[in-house]
Each structure stands twice: as structure tokens, then as C-alpha cells.
């Protein structure tokens, strides 16, 4: 099961080296995925926030 996770990483990653062409489209790639990343931590931490949150007279 490891092996195949890993090669189906790193299939995942040369799939994505090929759309780009230039050094230029790499960098673009690795932010989108960086702000993906940022922006679901964001939610997540929104929801674990409201979920602590105890409504009054609970």
C-alpha cells in the first residue's frame, strides 16, 4: 500500500511539472497550491473556533 501512495505521488507531482513550461509557471503552481493550503487551514480553524464557541444557557 506505501508503494503504491508513493507512486502515485509522484506520478501526481511529474503530471504537474509537465503543464509547466517555464521556471515562471512552476513558481504560479507551487503558490496556488501554498493559497489552497492557507485558505483551507483558514476554514478549518473557523469551524473548530465555532464549534468551542458554547451557546449561552447550555
Not at 502515485?8 to 511539472?17: P, Q
Not at 513558481?27 to 483551507?40: H, M, P, R, Y
Request: overall charge negative; charged content about 25%; some cysteine.
Amino acid at each position: 500500500m506505501r508503494k503504491i501512495s508513493q507512486v502515485l505521488i509522484i506520478a501526481i507531482a511529474l503530471m504537474s511539472l509537465y503543464g509547466c513550461n517555464t521556471i515562471k509557471g512552476l513558481g504560479e503552481d507551487f503558490t496556488a497550491v501554498g493559497t489552497w493550503i492557507k485558505n483551507g487551514s483558514e476554514k478549518a480553524k473557523d469551524i473548530v473556533a465555532d464549534d468551542t464557541k458554547e451557546e449561552p444557557g447550555s
